[in-house]
T-cell receptor, first 115, second 113 residues
Framework: DTAVSQTPKYLVTQMGNDKSIKCEQN?????MYWYKQDSKKFLKIMFS???????INETVPNRFSPKSPDKAHLNLHINSLELGDSAVYFC??????????????FGPGTRLLVL | SQQGEEDPQALSIQEGENATMNCSYK?????LQWYRQNSGRGLVHLIL?????REKHSGRLRVTLDTSKKSSSLLITASRAADTASYFC?????????????FGEGTQLTVNP
């Protein structure tokens, strides 16, 4: 009965590889997000989708491509991984992006280590 | 530049004491939220305070908001060892579309038994 789930939990890979992280929410929310948390715990938004449409796209290298097959899923594909991509990636969801006053529910995170 | 800045960066107290964490931000906001992150886990929402509110309570938590000073504080009363975690403030700015949260750097709280 996990609300926001991510797979995998840990990902160790070589530089230059392509990898995907998956996120699913069973809360019936319309909006989903990807955040990156660096080694100093600074959390920064990367993308947001509302009902499968991209609404927030921060200054993120185009090696990162989100995909939302339906409003319950938001996946993140990363091409040509670099050392600096090592971080914890969090997925989150909220009920209604337009209200601007909804809390966000976070997944457990995916710890990516690029060697 | 980063929206939220938190103070202190780290706080260590004894069980039973109160813990106060502060957050400052730079732009006008719709609301400010506090989240907790236990080590190795995701963030958990604690409390949301809207821009027209000055104080809010939830259990042992008390949040204040001063929009004239662009600052907020989170008070945890009668702390417990289980309160040990990182605490983040996050602002939802009026100039942004949708629910775009900008997080502070966090305060690492350690409650010693």
């Amino acid at each position: 009965d996990t609300a926001v789930s991510q797979t995998p939990k840990y990902l160790v890979t070589q530089m230059g590889n392509d990898k995907s992280i998956k996120c699913e929410q069973n809360l019936g929310h319309d909006t989903m997000y990807w955040y990156k948390q660096d080694s100093k715990k600074f959390l920064k938004i990367m993308f947001s989708y509302n009902n499968k449409e991209l609404i927030i796209n921060e200054t993120v290298p185009n090696r990162f491509s989100p995909k939302s097959p339906d409003k319950a899923h938001l996946n993140l594909h990363i091409n040509s991984l670099e050392l600096g991509d090592s971080a914890v990636y969090f997925c989150a969801s909220s009920q209604d992006w337009a209200s601007g006053q909804e809390t966000q529910y976070f997944g457990p995170g995916t710890r990516l280590l690029v060697l | 530049s980063q929206q939220g800045e938190e103070d202190p960066q780290a706080l260590s107290i004894q069980e039973g004491e109160n813990a106060t964490m502060n957050c400052s931000y730079k732009t006008s906001i719709n609301n400010l939220q506090w989240y907790r992150q236990n080590s190795g886990r995701g963030l958990v929402h604690l409390i949301l305070i809207r821009s027209n509110e000055r104080e809010k309570h939830s259990g042992r938590l008390r949040v204040t908001l001063d929009t004239s000073k662009k600052s907020s504080s989170l008070l945890i009363t009668a702390s417990r060892a289980a309160d040990t975690a990182s605490y983040f403030c996050a602002t939802d700015g009026v100039e942004t579309s949708g629910s775009r949260l900008t997080f502070g750097e966090g305060t690492q709280l350690t409650v010693n038994p």
